[in-house]
């Protein structure tokens, strides 16, 4: 059973910059894996984020970006504001099922 | 704008079934994947389901083969999950999402969700 690793909580000062993670522990997380970003606030559906490990929606804010690190998808956000605060999830496709993984999810402070 | 309405959630007693739909608006839906997640209230987001553009190809998360069925109707822009043998542990708020380019570009709107209480 494939597992999708977030940290369960971050704290960032408003103005900070703060990297989330999110690991497979099928191994390196690699850009055959699509990951995908989401942020959810309460009462909402999530909102897309990242898609392909680095691209962004018209509608992402320029302070957050995605990456590949270390063998992880790293979600970072630079200048954190206070409506940045809320849940974010990473997402990974496994073409060999096929089959989509949800990370936990890293609950964000600022 | 491309939106998403989902539809048919409620509280259903164990061992029922129901459908839900996700009508969309905005865009070519023959074009596009689509897809089911839900959530637990309070949890995390679940992949449950996707289906392709034409509806040949379908996939399911493990923890719903053979219960859940996912369709569409692209002559009416509606996606389906028929849900059977409804369990405690199918209760939760369930999302629909489009895809744009997929895996690449994937579950790039949701809709609102509806719920389902078992």
């Known amino acids: 059973q494939t597992v999708v690793t977030q940290e369960p909580s971050l704290t960032v000062s408003p103005g900070g910059t703060v990297t989330l993670t999110c690991a497979s522990s099928?191994?390196?997380?690699?850009?055959?894996?699509?990951p995908h970003w989401f942020q959810q606030k309460p009462g909402q559906p999530p909102r897309a984020l990242i898609y392909?490990?680095?691209k962004k929606h018209s509608w992402t804010p320029a302070r957050f970006s995605g990456s590949l690190l270390g063998g992880k998808a790293a979600l970072t956000l630079s200048g954190a504001q206070p409506e940045d605060e809320a849940d974010y999830y990473c997402?990974?496709?496994?073409?060999?099922?096929?089959?989509?993984?949800f990370g936990g999810g890293t609950k964000l402070t600022v | 704008e491309v939106q998403l309405l989902e539809s048919g959630g409620g509280l259903v007693q164990p061992g029922k079934s129901l459908r839900l739909s996700c009508t969309a608006s905005?865009?070519?839906?023959?074009?596009?994947?689509m897809s089911w997640v839900r959530q637990v209230p309070g949890k995390g987001l679940e992949w449950v389901s996707t289906?392709?553009?034409?509806?040949?190809?379908?996939d399911y998360a493990d923890s719903v083969k053979g219960r859940f069925t996912v369709s569409r109707d692209n002559s009416k822009n509606t996606l389906f999950l028929q849900i059977t043998d409804l369990r405690a542990g199918d209760t939760a708020i369930y999302f629909c999402?489009?895809?744009?380019?997929?895996?690449?570009?994937?579950?790039?709107?949701w809709g609102q969700g509806t719920t389902v209480a078992v």
């Open positions: 997402l990974l496709y496994y073409n060999s099922a096929p089959i989509w993984l």
């Open positions: 289906i392709s553009g034409r509806g040949g190809s379908t």
């Open positions: 905005g865009l070519t839906f023959i074009n596009h994947a």
């Open positions: 999402a489009t895809t744009f380019s997929y895996p690449v570009e994937s579950f790039v709107v």
């Open positions: 392909s490990a680095s």
């Open positions: 099928a191994g390196a997380v690699t850009s055959d894996y699509y």
